[in-house]
Nanobody
Framework: QVQLVESGGGLVQAGGSLRLSCAASGRTLSSYTMGWFRQAPVKEREFVAAISRSGSITYYADSVKGRFTISRDNAKNTVYLQMNSLKPEDTAVYYC????????????????WGQGTQVTVSS
């Protein structure tokens, strides 16, 4: 079992930046591929980014490529999502999740989820 807690969300103007953190407890984070997902109102939850166990492989949704960066610090049992050049369409609740599958795992392959953190980008 692993418990995940996100933080770092908030309100930011378009073009601004935020860094989300996901702290894990329970089993060591290095056992898992980690992902970030988001869900906007009346929309389905969608993939944002994923990072391999070692951090050597990353994978991004086209909509955030070049603007968002996923990273991890296994010693601190924490995963990060640096979000730059934010747009109003990035507004959503952001979730981190853990899977034993690869970085290209689908949403349904993620076994553990955090409670989410709200990101709101104003125009």
């Amino acid at each position: 079992q692993v418990q995940l807690v996100e933080s770092g969300g908030g309100l930011v103007q378009a073009g601004g930046s935020l860094r989300l953190s996901c702290a894990a407890s329970g089993r060591t984070l290095s056992s898992y591929t980690m992902g970030w997902f988001r869900q906007a109102p009346v929309k389905e939850r969608e993939f944002v980014a994923a990072i391999s166990r070692s951090g050597s492989i990353t994978y991004y949704a086209d909509s955030v490529k070049g603007r968002f960066t996923i990273s991890r610090d296994n010693a601190k049992n924490t995963v990060y999502l640096q979000m730059n050049s934010l747009k109003p369409e990035d507004t959503a609740v952001y979730y981190c999740a853990a899977t034993l599958s690869s970085v290209r795992a689908s949403l349904h392959e993620y076994n553990y989820w955090g409670q989410g953190t709200q990101v709101t980008v104003s125009s």
